[in-house]
């Protein structure tokens, strides 16, 4: 991985292999996902990638009930940001809530990654 430039596509091509990476900054410890070329906190470019244990809890979340062309068959469905455990936050679907269930922001939940046609999409289930 060293050399390996910090680019959305290297983030998606990590989960296609299932690893969640990020970028953490030498300088000042901070870890950033998706992963960034300059540390958002200090400014610094000595950056290294980080892998991320895909645990964490929903801060903030919504539940879609008029989709996106291609996630008609999903709805209603829930996003939400998650915090992982390593101290980042992300968003991404929130999978296993069906129309009824009540989720609630602080819920913990776990990264699933889903197969889409040629891409792998960072979901999260609750747990």
């Known amino acids: 991985m060293d050399g390996m430039e910090f680019t959305v596509k290297?983030?998606?091509d990590f989960l296609a292999e299932g690893r969640?990476?990020?970028?953490?900054?030498?300088g000042c410890g901070a870890v950033s996902l998706p992963p960034r070329p300059v540390?958002?906190?200090?400014?610094?470019?000595?950056?290294e990638w980080t892998e991320l244990e895909g645990k964490g809890i929903i801060?903030?979340?919504t539940v879609i009930h008029v989709p996106l062309t291609r996630m008609k068959?999903?709805?209603?469905?829930?996003?939400?940001v998650v915090e992982l455990d390593a101290g980042p936050?992300?968003?991404g679907l929130i999978l296993g809530v069906s129309e009824g269930e009540k989720i609630e922001v602080g819920?913990?939940?776990e990264a699933e990654f889903v197969r889409e046609?040629?891409?792998?999409?960072l979901c999260f289930r609750p747990v």
């Open 89 to 91: 936050r992300i968003s």
């Open 20 to 26: 969640i990476m990020g970028s953490r900054c030498r």
């Open 73 to 80: 068959d999903r709805c209603p469905y829930a996003c939400g």
């Open 59 to 61: 801060r903030a979340y």
């Open 10 to 12: 290297a983030f998606h």
């Open 117 to 121: 046609g040629a891409r792998t999409v």
């Open 107 to 109: 819920s913990r939940v």
């Open 39 to 47: 540390c958002p906190e200090c400014g610094g470019r000595d950056l």
